[in-house]
Every structure is written in structure tokens, then in C-alpha cells.
């Protein structure tokens, strides 16, 4: 009998690991905090759960960050490393991987819930390790992961080159598996004299960034942070209030979501 692990079910599942290999940052849920193995009651559907999950899957490096009941009597919500929300029954022995969808309100309830988990403190990013540009008076904060030779990356930056008032913090998170070459462009990017001038003139023109003798750079460092926080693709943008919008987004958009998302 052929025995699939976990990650390929959730792949299959659309829910992709493929660049997600990593513990995103502390996920919290909807009371405030996860529930921990150790403040879950023995005998409890959370700690026959975590049970459940450890001893089938703890071998693929698996975490459960919290297990909550799901407003769906007798199904529990389950949070997992790679930002995986997955429905299990109260003895752990079934799961269910799709969206749970409120019919009566035309909501789609997991969406909802992994927003909110998926939250990150703005405050907590290592915004030394990104690439700073002001434009106007900087009134507006986003932070942003990108892969220089990432085409919806280089889309997005040419919605920025028409925004005023705006700040944005680009953390380079190349994706070697997709652009090989993208590593060594974000250092060549990063040891640049000016790497804002040289982000920017190669995102929005083409322009190749100079050659460089390498510098002390924090790509890896920026490149794991995307992988801890379970991006598994570019761009993904983060706002002041901790939200997450993956992709691509036209202007208008964009300007609605950065004065709906400050704080």
C-alpha cells in the first residue's frame, strides 16, 4: 500500500510547500494565543491531535502551532509550520484539507482564519536588512519580498514608480529554485554604492546592476526570514497592521490597500 507524506497531500491539496520549508513566525489564534501541548488537558481533542500529528508525521519536521475548535460542531482547526490550515476530527483519525465555506453568508471561513494567523508584527521586521525608498513624504509603509528577476516583482515595482507618499521596505528573497541567477543580482544589488538607485533602476528599467567584489550582505538572512514566515512566492507584500498580500496588485488596488492597512 503506497503511504503519501503529509506535505505532498497538502500540496495536492493547492495548499504548496514547494519554497515553504520553514516555521513561520509565531502565529497566534483568534483568542490571542496558539494552544500549546503543554496547556492542552490530557485526553483533550487538542492533545489527542497534536498526539495524532506528531507520532504520524513528526518525522517530515512537522509543527503544530495551535488546534481550536472550528465553528463546525465536532471538527477542530488546526494550524500547521508553512502556514497549512487543515480540519481534523476531535480522535485525530480524519482530515479534511479544503476551504470551509459559510453558505448562508457566502464567506469563506478559512480564508478569514488564515489572515488573521498569518498576521505578522510589523514592528519585529529587520528593516536595517531591506532596501529603504521614500517617495513624497513616506506617509505610507509597506514591506515587501521580491526576487529580482521575479516578473510580477518587477510589475509591482512599476506601480510604485507612480505612487507619492509612500515607504517602502524591499526585503530581496530571490528564489534560486525558480531564478538561479537571482542570488548574486540581489548581492551585486545590495553591495552597490547606492542600492536603492540600483534596485530600483534594474526593477523598473532593466538596467543591470553594476559588478561587484561582494560586501557583507543579509540575503541569505532575508531570504530565510521569507521562508520562517512560510512565503512561498514573490511578491508578497506585508502592511503596518500585520496583514499579508501575496502577488501582484494594479495601482488603484494598491493605493486602497496601503490606506486600509496602516494600522
Same mark, same amino acid.
Given at each position: 500500500?503506497?503511504?503519501?507524506? +503529509?506535505?505532498?497531500? +497538502?500540496?495536492?491539496?493547492?495548499?504548496? #510547500?514547494?519554497?515553504?520549508?520553514? @516555521?513561520?513566525?509565531?502565529? @497566534?489564534?483568534?483568542?490571542?494565543?496558539?494552544?500549546?501541548?503543554?496547556?492542552?488537558?490530557?485526553? !483533550?481533542?487538542?492533545?489527542?491531535?497534536?498526539?495524532?500529528?506528531? @507520532?504520524?508525521?513528526?518525522?517530515?519536521?512537522?509543527? &503544530? /502551532?495551535?488546534?481550536?475548535?472550528?465553528?463546525?460542531?465536532?471538527?477542530?482547526?488546526?494550524? /500547521?509550520?508553512?502556514?497549512?490550515?487543515?480540519?481534523?476530527?476531535?480522535?485525530?483519525?480524519?482530515?479534511?484539507? %479544503?476551504?470551509?465555506?459559510?453558505?448562508?453568508?457566502?464567506?469563506? +471561513?478559512?480564508?478569514?482564519?488564515?489572515?488573521? #494567523?498569518?498576521?505578522?508584527?510589523?514592528?519585529?521586521? $529587520?528593516?536595517?536588512?531591506?532596501?529603504?525608498?521614500?517617495?513624497?513624504?513616506?506617509? #505610507?509603509? &509597506?514591506? &515587501?519580498?521580491?526576487?529580482?528577476?521575479? $516578473?510580477?516583482?518587477?510589475?509591482?515595482?512599476?506601480?510604485?514608480?507612480?505612487?507619492?507618499?509612500?515607504?517602502?521596505?524591499?526585503?530581496?528573497?530571490?528564489?534560486?529554485? /525558480?531564478?538561479? !541567477?537571482?542570488?548574486?543580482?540581489?548581492?551585486?544589488?545590495?553591495?552597490?554604492?547606492?542600492?536603492?538607485?540600483?534596485?530600483?533602476?534594474?526593477?523598473?528599467?532593466?538596467?543591470?546592476?553594476?559588478?561587484?567584489?561582494?560586501?557583507?550582505?543579509?540575503?541569505?538572512?532575508?531570504?530565510?526570514?521569507?521562508?520562517?514566515?512560510?512565503?512561498? %512566492?514573490?511578491?508578497?507584500?506585508?502592511?503596518?497592521?500585520?496583514?499579508?498580500?501575496?502577488?501582484?496588485?494594479?495601482?488603484?488596488?494598491?493605493? @486602497?490597500?496601503?490606506?486600509?492597512?496602516?494600522?
Amino acid at each position: 500500500m503506497k503511504h503519501h507524506t +503529509l506535505s505532498a497531500i +497538502l500540496l495536492a491539496a493547492l495548499l504548496p #510547500l514547494a519554497a515553504c520549508n520553514a @516555521q513561520p513566525a509565531a502565529q @497566534q489564534n483568534a483568542s490571542g494565543a496558539a494552544t500549546s501541548a503543554a496547556s492542552a488537558p490530557a485526553g !483533550s481533542p487538542e492533545a489527542v491531535i497534536r498526539n495524532k500529528l506528531t @507520532q504520524t508525521y513528526g518525522d517530515q519536521g512537522l509543527e &503544530v /502551532l495551535s488546534v481550536t475548535p472550528a465553528p463546525v460542531s465536532g471538527l477542530y482547526e488546526v494550524f /500547521l509550520s508553512g502556514n497549512q490550515l487543515v480540519y481534523m476530527t476531535a480522535d485525530g483519525n480524519h482530515m479534511f484539507t %479544503g476551504d470551509l465555506i459559510d453558505v448562508n453568508k457566502r464567506s469563506n +471561513l478559512s480564508e478569514t482564519r488564515r489572515e488573521e #494567523l498569518n498576521r505578522i508584527d510589523f514592528a519585529t521586521l $529587520p528593516l536595517d536588512s531591506a532596501i529603504k525608498e521614500v517617495r513624497g513624504n513616506g506617509r #505610507l509603509k &509597506v514591506a &515587501v519580498f521580491s526576487d529580482p528577476d521575479c $516578473p510580477f516583482c518587477r510589475r509591482l515595482e512599476k506601480e510604485f514608480e507612480q505612487m507619492t507618499d509612500i515607504t517602502i521596505y524591499n526585503f530581496m528573497m530571490p528564489i534560486p529554485s /525558480l531564478h538561479p !541567477s537571482a542570488e548574486a543580482k540581489a548581492v551585486r544589488i545590495w553591495c552597490s554604492p547606492n542600492r536603492t538607485a540600483a534596485w530600483t533602476e534594474w526593477m523598473r528599467k532593466g538596467t543591470v546592476p553594476p559588478e561587484s567584489a561582494g560586501c557583507e550582505n543579509p540575503v541569505k538572512e532575508t531570504m530565510a526570514l521569507g521562508n520562517r514566515y512560510g512565503f512561498n %512566492g514573490t511578491p508578497t507584500m506585508v502592511f503596518p497592521n500585520g496583514k499579508i498580500v501575496p502577488g501582484y496588485m494594479p495601482k488603484d488596488d494598491l493605493q @486602497q490597500a496601503l490606506e486600509a492597512n496602516q494600522k
